[in-house]
């Protein structure tokens, strides 16, 4: 079983609204917080929002009041609502979990986001 799959991207105008899913394995969703990831063109990796099982949340100072992360257990789903997009938002998006900060499962495909005019 693949353990993670993105989806939900697309290319969207600024100020515009893009929701992305993320399936998980049931082996690890109950157990870790999990998170959505982005790499933007030329930057490293980085974590933008996470949810732990319990339901709380963390956003990147760039994605606060913009982004809300939610998670159905019993799908084991992981979604990323994104309001309010900027061209600095483009990136591949990807979700894994998250785990003293860092992810411990392996990449997904990752799913496309760009934000254009």
């Known amino acids: 079983q693949v353990p993670l799959v993105e989806s939900g991207g697309g290319l969207v105008q600024p100020g515009g609204s893009l929701r992305l899913s993320c399936v998980a394995s049931?082996?690890?969703?109950?157990?870790?917080?999990i998170g959505w990831y982005r790499q933007r063109p030329g930057k490293q990796r980085e974590l933008v929002a996470s949810?732990?099982?319990?339901?709380?949340?963390n956003y990147a100072d760039s994605v606060k009041g913009r982004f809300t992360i939610s998670r159905d257990n019993a799908k084991n789903t992981v979604d990323l609502q994104m309001d309010s997009l900027k061209p600095e938002d483009t990136a591949v998006y990807y979700c894994n979990t998250v785990y003293w900060g860092a992810p411990t499962e392996s990449w997904g495909q990752g799913t496309q986001v760009t934000v254009s005019s």
């Open positions: 049931t082996r690890f969703f109950t157990t870790y917080t």
């Open positions: 949810i732990a099982v319990r339901g709380d949340t």
